[in-house]
């Protein structure tokens, strides 16, 4: 049986597996009740088994929810900046070699249209350029979070 696209499957919602091995031990022990005790005791039987299934959600969803709450409590602490994928070092890396062979061309063309002058001014740029790329992906040496004061000059706790 094929589940229509879009559908969350149990497995994602619960966080259980249809192959879970307590569940399917107690499925198991509650058809053979049912077949040992007859139809009059099905619906106990029945009530049974949906019991425990609702209790191994109900755990299932509890610590989903304080993982939940966990993370949420990290993102609190680090402070209102999180962690973004492209602050990684491999990315200032590659923009510092790929500015150091750009380099080479552009000091070549600066040099020669505009002499010592030019030169500088090639280096100058690409200077900056290197300074606002490592402004942006580390965070603030003054001033930013965990530098101690707040706005009016007060210390912070």
């Known amino acids: 049986m094929r589940r229509a696209p879009g559908f969350p499957s149990v497995v994602r919602?619960?966080?259980?597996?249809?192959?879970?091995?307590d569940l399917k031990k107690e499925l198991n022990a509650?058809?053979?009740?049912?077949?040992?005790?007859?139809?009059?005791?099905?619906?106990?039987?029945?009530?049974?088994?949906?019991?425990?299934?609702?209790?191994?959600?109900?755990?299932?969803?509890?610590?989903?929810v304080r993982r939940q709450l966990a993370e949420q409590q990290m993102v609190v602490a680090r402070g209102a900046r999180s962690p973004k994928p492209t602050d990684s070092w491999a990315e200032r890396f590659g923009f510092g070699i790929v500015s150091l062979v750009l380099a080479i061309p552009l000091s070549a063309i600066g040099a020669?249209?505009?002499?010592?002058?030019?030169?500088?001014?090639?280096?100058?740029g690409i200077a900056g350029v290197n300074a606002v790329q490592?402004?942006?992906?580390?965070?603030?040496?003054?001033?930013?979070?965990?530098?101690?004061?707040?706005?009016?000059?007060e210390w912070q706790d």
């Open 112 to 124: 020669y249209y505009g002499h010592l002058p030019g030169l500088f001014v090639t280096w100058a």
């Open 30 to 64: 509650t058809l053979q009740a049912r077949r040992e005790l007859g139809e009059e005791y099905e619906p106990a039987l029945v009530e049974s088994f949906l019991e425990k299934v609702d209790q191994r959600i109900e755990g299932v969803v509890d610590r989903r």
């Open 13 to 21: 919602m619960t966080g259980m597996d249809a192959r879970d091995a």
């Open 134 to 153: 490592a402004a942006r992906t580390t965070p603030r040496p003054f001033g930013g979070r965990g530098s101690g004061s707040s706005r009016n000059g």
